[in-house]
């Protein structure tokens, strides 16, 4: 079993800052590749961004230039770094952890972010 637990959102303003963290309950990174979810109101969950074991990413272009996911293997944490915030990136953000073999998921808790004035 993993925990993930998701911090460090809230409300920002529009072209504000956050960074958020997703602390994993032990060493997963060689075996597993981590993310961030996004769901907003009335739709479906989706990728935002993606590390995987060895360090390359992959973003949604919705996020691309804006977000940086990045991982910190000596405190199982994984952060996502989020500039210029739009008012459409409001959601509740989700840490995901993938078996890279065997494909099962695990999900934190989620953490609110509201971009608005």
């Known amino acids: 079993q993993v925990q993930l637990v998701e911090s460090g959102g809230g409300l920002v303003q529009p072209g504000g800052s956050l960074r958020l963290s997703c602390a994993a309950s032990?060493?997963?990174?060689?075996?597993?590749?981590m993310g961030w979810y996004r769901q907003a109101p009335g739709k479906e969950r989706r990728l935002v961004a993606q590390?995987?074991?060895?360090?390359?990413?992959n973003y949604a272009d919705s996020v691309k230039g804006r977000f940086t996911i990045s991982g910190d293997n000596a405190k199982n944490t994984v952060y996502l770094q989020m500039n210029s915030l739009k008012p459409e990136d409001t959601a509740v953000y989700f840490c995901?952890?993938?078996?890279?073999?065997?494909?099962?998921?695990?999900w934190g808790q989620g953490t609110q972010v509201t971009v608005s004035s």
């Open positions: 032990r060493s997963i990174f060689n075996s597993y590749t």
């Open positions: 590390i995987i074991s060895g360090g390359s990413t």
């Open positions: 995901n952890a993938r078996h890279q073999i065997l494909g099962y998921d695990y």
